[in-house]
């Protein structure tokens, strides 16, 4: 069998080229595929998360793989239904999320990484949800940049997207370009195996289960659909015109300054000069000039048109009639609406999208803020991140981290602003950040106070610091956690800077090397030696915490040499896991009859 980066090589090279692919069945004989998604997926949260069997990523062996490519060679592996939870969604209500058995996660991303390699080349540069490079940054960056002069902001939001895939619609979509049967049989099964709730099995008759390691790259290749329609049908449609004609009553204006000027009249050239700024140097109303732009972030998306309100309603229609008779989705009509790009705001991932008009403000003589696309921070947004923290109105501490740590409380504030402040970077009025860092500094300084049983004056002095940034010398706020001999860790609050940064973007994790590279697990686990009791040459198992906060390093012995790595997974045989996973903890006493 090829290696894996071979592999998927070649298919990247076939996508890019538009070339049908076939016999792509075959490659799930491959062990290398598996050994690469195991090497992806172990250190996900949810690899210890059971689904509705107990089997997780603890005790992954070989032997595994070897027993799920036997059935795949014979077309008798299976899916089992998924385990489904609720999780509250933030506008309200429940959102279902499915988790698959830890089998199926590795062939759903097996299935993942072929469909990824060979289809990646094809989607739209202006689809950015769930692709390698990309995110949310880059889909704001694209519409600040390249949307300016946008008249009308058609949002699109279509109803309950994920569940309402149709199966036959993907699978058609998909036998356009894969050429086997077989491949798209296991597809088949893959969305059909249904989900057990309430310990009851329901069938899946559409949708891509939400949790499910592949629903990613096949709600793209449903969507690459829309993007098509778009990109082929509607912008060659409306899309008119090199530039606007220029707007004759500017023309007029220039022509009395100019005029003035030469005749030495400079208060009527000063007079005309006014008015020229008064006007729009282009023809806002020109027939001949329409422009129409694009952006989708996995089921959202956005449209900014340059036209008349008249033809912006007929794109809305268009675009809903197409996913109803080709897609079998709808559009929200509560959540899809056109708005007007001056007066009004669009939301899209969190930001209010605006176009600016502002006449008064000049650069070098020249209005150039006009026309240009503002991104926002949403007030509401602000307020719903604030409210965590307040109570009537004031800034209160949070009792449930009295019991932390000074260092715990410090990271945890942190983190929460560190994040907030670094996804609004791109917001031309960022400041108003301010508020919000205000409110999250008084309640962590309030419970460290209650914590201490000090005043918030005293609480102050003692964790502000000073440190360098980027940007010079700045005062926060920090803790240290003493971890002698190594250096101790510390936590900070407040030393982000709350400045625009136009060139903010998400880096994708492939173009930086990890400290630890995640096929050091496949090194180890090809060395074929016990971590716990050094036997060489045996078949082996990993066993996999949750999370190094599992650990007790003052624990067995198994868990301190966890601990003593920092891992979360240890590469055991088959005798030392069965003794890890006894109901009696593994005693020195045992351990040491195992060493012999």
């Known amino acids: 069998m090829q290696n894996a980066e071979v592999v998927l090589g070649i298919l990247r090279e076939r996508g890019r080229r538009g070339l049908p692919v076939n016999e792509l069945y075959r490659q799930m004989f491959n062990p290398s595929l598996y050994l690469m998604a195991w090497g992806k997926i172990y250190a996900n949260k949810g690899a210890i998360t059971p689904g509705t069997t107990p089997e997780t990523a603890d005790g992954m062996d070989l032997a595994k793989i070897k027993g799920i490519i036997g059935a795949m060679r014979h077309e008798r592996y299976r899916f089992a239904p998924a385990r489904r939870v609720l999780i509250p969604k933030k506008s309200g209500g429940q959102r279902p999320l499915g988790m698959p058995t830890w089998s199926d996660k590795l062939v759903g991303e097996v299935v993942r990484l072929l469909l990824e390699a060979y289809y990646e080349p094809q989607f739209s540069d202006h689809s950015h949800g769930f692709r390698p490079g990309r995110g949310c940054h880059t889909a704001l960056r694209e519409i600040a940049d390249t949307w300016t002069g946008t008249a009308w902001f058609i949002e699109g939001d279509i109803k309950d997207c994920f569940g309402s895939l149709d199966h036959q619609v993907l699978l058609g979509i998909m036998a356009e370009k894969i050429k086997d049967d077989r491949f798209l049989e296991l597809v088949r099964r893959m969305l059909r195996s249904g989900y057990l709730e309430d310990w009851r099995w329901r069938p899946t008759l559409s949708g891509a289960p939400q949790g499910g390691i592949a629903s990613p790259v096949f709600s793209n290749i449903y969507l690459h659909k829309l993007d098509q329609f778009v990109a082929e049908v509607l912008a060659p449609e409306y899309n008119k015109g090199w530039r606007r004609r220029t707007n004759p ?48 972030y996995a089921d959202d998306h956005l449209l900014g048109f340059a036209g008349p309100k008249r033809e912006a309603e007929r794109i809305k229609e268009r675009l809903a009639a197409f996913l109803r008779d080709e897609l079998k989705l709808e559009l929200s009509e509560s959540k899809t609406l056109i708005t007007h790009a001056r007066t009004g705001m669009a939301r899209f991932l969190g930001y209010n999208i605006a176009v600016a008009h502002q006449g ?87 419970t460290l106070a209650g914590k201490h049983r000090t005043s918030v004056r005293k609480a102050a002095a003692r964790y502000k610091a000073k440190v360098m940034t980027p940007g010079g010398p700045r005062t926060c706020f920090e803790a240290r956690l003493d971890r002698s001999p190594r250096q101790p860790l510390t936590a900070r609050f407040g030393e982000v800077r709350l400045v625009r940064e136009t060139r903010a973007r998400v880096a994708d994790p492939g173009e930086q090397p990890r400290p630890h590279p995640r096929k050091e697990l496949l090194r180890r686990v090809a060395a074929r030696g016990c971590e716990l009791c050094g036997t060489a040459g ?11 906060a599992a650990l007790d390093p003052d624990g067995p012995l198994w868990d301190a040499a966890m601990a003593r790595r920092r891992r979360k997974t240890l590469v055991v045989c088959q005798d030392c896991h069965d003794l890890i996973h006894q109901t009696e903890p593994l005693t020195p006493p045992l351990l040491e009859s195992r060493m012999r």
């Not at 140097?281 to 000039?289: K, N, T, V």
């Not at 150039?368 to 004031?394: E, F, H, I, M, T």
């Not at 045996?538 to 190094?548: I, T």
């Open 538 to 548: 045996l078949d082996v198992a990993v066993h996999q915490v949750k999370g190094l």
């Open 249 to 296: 009553a500017y023309d007029q204006a220039s022509y009395l300054a100019r005029a003035a000027w030469r005749h030495g009249d400079r208060e009527a050239a000063k007079a005309a000069r006014a008015l020229m700024l008064s006007l729009p140097r282009s023809d806002p109303e020109d027939p001949g000039y329409r422009r129409l732009r694009y952006i989708r």
């Open 360 to 446: 008064v403000y000049r650069c070098r003589g020249r209005r150039s803020l006009n026309g240009q696309v503002r991104l926002r921070v949403p007030g509401d947004v602000v307020k719903a991140k604030a409210a965590a923290y307040l109570a009537k109105g004031k800034p209160e501490a949070l009792p449930a981290l009295f019991g932390c740590d000074d260092y715990s409380i410090v990271a945890w504030y942190g983190a929460v602003y560190r994040g907030i402040v670094n996804y609004y970077k791109l917001a031309c009025d960022i400041g108003r950040l301010q508020w919000l860092r205000w409110v999250m500094e008084t309640s962590m300084l309030k």
